[in-house]
């Protein structure tokens, strides 16, 4: 319908509206261009399944569009696309325990998967038909808030749901939350409520204009924002932010002892928003809706998401939850998610932007990235300028070339992600990418593993590579030299102090204390964490050496099978293979980093300057209860944290394997468990025992 060259006058017409569109209100005199160029869009969007522009670009167009024939009816045309009906357009805060897991939700991304979860609600509960309540899932930062005797108490992050950190003194500065709230009137001496701190667009922008006024750096996004503010350590700047707060979810329930009250403890959810709202919390009392049956659901999620933009906050997507309490007492849940809840995701924000240029970066294992820099762009808040194109089969495979226009999404909202180029629009003076065949840092030959699609430099004094090293090598689950964070290893690497990984013992702290930053107290630290690393468990210096594909498990396995570090060169692949959790592909790069002479020095360097390579936990070990058994927990226990569980088998002389496997001797099972169990069932080789059946393992 449309040629070449009329697709490509289209597009120009359709970009410098969209210019003119936000500098100025749209004028009656382009109202023409305005119908032409949205038939246009119209036609590849309905027809082709091909849209040249993203929806939020679309439905700009298509309002300024509204908004000149509102304001003259005159001008309205029978054939206008307003006269159609379209359709498918912190630091020093304390840890503290959550009284119950928060756990995460289960995310589904269309009508199919919710049509599926339905389906498995019904079987779980019996019912022919569920009645669900439905909410906004706000998109902000998680909380959770304990109330005893009326009064607030403490308020936490979320953590990694199991534990979060004290952010009460924080908590307080948010108005919307009441310090004290009736819930004796209700029977309950103690309760936990869950929900999420929000910065509205309004307060958002509010803000960040008065950092421009201020010559300071504008916040991300509200989502960062909120999350940010409540792990600041000054909570007069907290209340600054004038964040607010909704609360959704009642977590855990004590009753008190007064058997006559006002009101009746909630039986349903909507019940218990109601409540909290009553009481005087921003509860979602008058965003939610009850719907009995999945089809109104669906329709309920998709008249949101077509809302979305004119909400006062962010949302990026849904919540259905199982009404009935007892209900979802009976549905249960997994180690994971609650199953009588889901989380309906709305699509991807996207725009479109031109790629102009293709940057190369190293990462520690030498692997070469490209990186695209496009004209920055907002989507979902974010202005977005870099993108990870991955590897150089992605770009083929997308077709990118330098100077394309290309449609630009946030996965999930977070991750930019490039959909795809549109080379209709090409000009001619676009340029194809060419990978590199030499490292865009020291200019090594780079390779390309069989079996692979990175391209990697592999020579191991490569600068970019040896700094991304001495990162990961301090890190937090390696030797954790607290206070070296990346910022002081790059600062550090090019005022020549470190040059690797072993400088990390020799720092000239005469020369670093007389630099901006770098007072008494904070040398003292840091010389404190370099020489506690020293003496970390084995495990963790494996791990911090980042040999290929050899995580903390497989470090941990490896740290048991010798007694003193260099004895791994002595290890053949046969030999290696036999250790558990480690294949062929993890044994050969192993062995081929012990068998390198460069990381053998490496090693010796590092013990002349006082890191322990022997393994001082090795005897206790091999003397232990379960000496030699491997185990896997899964499902919540009833008493012992998993964490907890592990370091028992550990310190007993057993391994941890990372999932089901005929190497497998024991699967601890607690409440809930869920594909782990199955598979195990399947082995026959796999024995199922409960917690209690591991204590007294231990014990005898």
């Not at 310090?179 to 209700?186: K, M, V």
């Not at 226990?637 to 550990?650: F, G, H, I, N, Y």
Request: contains cysteine.
């Amino acid at each position: 319908m449309y040629s070449a060259s009329a697709t490509k006058t289209l597009q120009e017409q359709t970009n410098k509206l969209l210019q003119q569109i936000k500098q100025d209100p749209p004028v009656s005199s382009v109202i023409n261009e305005l119908r032409n160029v949205l038939r246009f869009h119209e036609y590849r969007y309905y027809v082709l399944n091909d849209p040249l522009i993203s929806d939020f670009e679309y439905d700009t167009l298509y309002k300024s569009l509204e908004q000149l024939e509102t304001a003259d009816p005159a001008l309205i045309t029978p054939d206008s696309p307003t006269q159609r009906v379209a359709k498918g357009l912190g630091t020093d805060f304390q840890k503290v325990t959550h009284l119950v897991p928060m756990l995460s939700l289960e995310n589904s991304y269309n009508a199919e998967d919710l049509i599926d979860w339905d389906r498995k609600a019904k079987e779980l509960t019996g019912k022919e038909e569920v009645e669900y309540c439905a909410e906004p899932k706000f998109d902000g930062a998680g909380i959770s808030l304990i109330y005893e005797n009326d009064l607030l108490v403490r308020g936490a992050t979320r953590g990694d749901g199991t534990e979060g950190e004290d952010i009460t003194t924080n908590i307080k500065q948010i108005r919307s939350i009441p310090l004290s709230a009736a819930f004796s009137e209700y029977g309950i001496q103690q309760i936990e409520i869950r929900g999420e701190v929000l910065m509205t667009k309004k307060n958002f922008k509010a803000y960040n204009d008065k950092l421009a006024e201020e010559n300071l750096p504008p916040l991300a996004n509200p989502r960062n924002a909120a999350s940010g503010s409540l792990r600041i350590k000054d909570a007069k700047e907290v209340a600054k932010r004038n964040l607010e707060a909704f609360l959704y979810h009642v977590g855990y329930v004590m009753k008190s002892e007064v058997r006559s009250t006002k009101y009746e403890v909630p039986h349903t959810h909507a019940d218990a928003l109601s409540m909290l709202w009553n009481l005087g919390f921003r509860s979602p009392e008058n965003e939610k809706k009850i719907i009995k049956g999945i089809e109104g659901v669906i329709a309920f999620c998709k008249e949101y998401e077509a809302m979305r933009d004119t909400l006062p906050y962010e949302i990026d997507g849904m919540v259905i939850k199982v009404n009935d309490l007892e209900l979802q007492e009976k549905m249960g849940m997994t180690s994971h998610h609650p199953r009588w809840a889901i989380a309906y995701k709305f699509k991807a924000r996207q725009a479109t932007s031109k790629l102009r240029a293709v940057e190369y970066q190293v990462g520690r294992t030498g692997a070469v990235t490209p990186v695209a820099k496009i004209d920055p762009v907002p989507i979902g808040g974010v202005t977005v300028a870099s993108i990870s194109l991955h590897n150089a089969d992605f770009i083929a495979e997308k077709d990118l070339r330098l100077g394309d226009s290309v449609l630009v999404e946030r996965a999930g909202d977070v991750i930019p992600y490039i959909v795809k180029s549109f080379p209709e629009l090409r000009n001619g003076t676009e340029e194809i990418i060419v990978f590199p065949t030499h490292c865009p840092v020291c200019r090594h030959v780079l390779v390309k593993p069989e079996g692979e699609a990175v391209w990697r430099c592999n020579n191991i004094n490569c600068e970019a590579q040896v700094v991304e090293r001495i990162i990961h090598f301090n890190s937090k689950d390696a030797m954790d030299i607290r206070g070296m964070g990346e910022a002081n290893v790059r600062k550090f690497y090019e005022l020549g102090f470190l040059k690797d990984i072993p400088s990390l013992y020799q720092l000239p702290f005469e020369k670093i204390k007389e630099m901006e930053g770098f007072g008494a107290k904070s040398i003292d630290n840091l010389k404190a964490a370099i020489e506690n690393s020293k003496s970390q468990p084995l495990y963790r210096l494996i791990y911090a050496l980042g040999i290929r594909f050899v995580g903390e498990a497989t470090a941990k396995t490896l740290a048991n099978a010798v007694s003193y570090l260099p004895d791994l060169q002595q290890k053949s692949l046969e030999e290696l293979q036999q250790l558990e959790d480690v294949g062929p592909k993890v044994a050969t790069a192993i062995y081929d980093f012990f068998q390198n002479k460069e990381n053998i020095e490496l090693l010796q360097q590092l013990e002349a300057l006082g890191v322990v390579l022997k393994n001082e936990h090795k005897e206790i070990h091999s003397s232990g209860n379960l000496n030699g058994l491997t185990f896997l927990f899964t499902g919540t226990l009833p008493t012992l944290k998993r964490s907890d569980a592990e370091q028992m088998v550990e310190a007993n002389g057993g391994s941890i394997l990372s999932g089901v496997s005929a190497k497998l001797n024991y699967l601890v099972v607690g409440a809930d468990a869920g594909s782990k169990l199955e598979k195990a069932k399947k082995l026959n080789t796999v024995k199922i025992i409960t917690e209690e059946e591991f204590l007294n393992m231990l014990k005898n």
